[in-house]
């Protein structure tokens, strides 16, 4: 499921990609800009997924993880933060604009 067809995509540490996306190496080929993104789902769990589009990953956070707490946002390249939400305070934007 490497190049799968949709939208957005997701992944997780585990190197999982969900089949509503691509692979991050075809987003790179068209130079669309990937944000990696941490995730607090619990007390215990938190995830590492890489997005290309921050209001289609928090109606998947909604969806799969429907108490989810926070998320940080950070650049790919230079690995610095760039944001971070709440289920309170959400993104309002498909991508940070710096």
């Not at 999982?16 to 789902?41: A, E």
């Not at 909604?62 to 939400?85: A, E, L, M, S």
Request: include cysteine.
């Amino acid at each position: 499921m490497e190049h799968c067809q949709g939208l957005a995509f997701f992944s997780d540490e585990r190197c999982s990609y969900f089949s509503i996306g691509f692979s991050p190496k075809f987003y790179q080929l068209f130079n669309h800009k990937i944000m990696i993104v941490i995730v607090k789902t619990s007390q215990t769990q938190i995830f590492k997924y890489h997005v290309n589009n921050l209001i289609k990953f928090t109606q998947f956070l909604d969806k799969t993880y429907p108490g989810w707490r926070w998320f940080n946002v950070f650049d790919q390249k230079t690995k610095n933060q760039i944001g971070n939400f709440t289920n309170h305070n959400r993104p309002t934007s498909a991508k940070i604009n710096l």
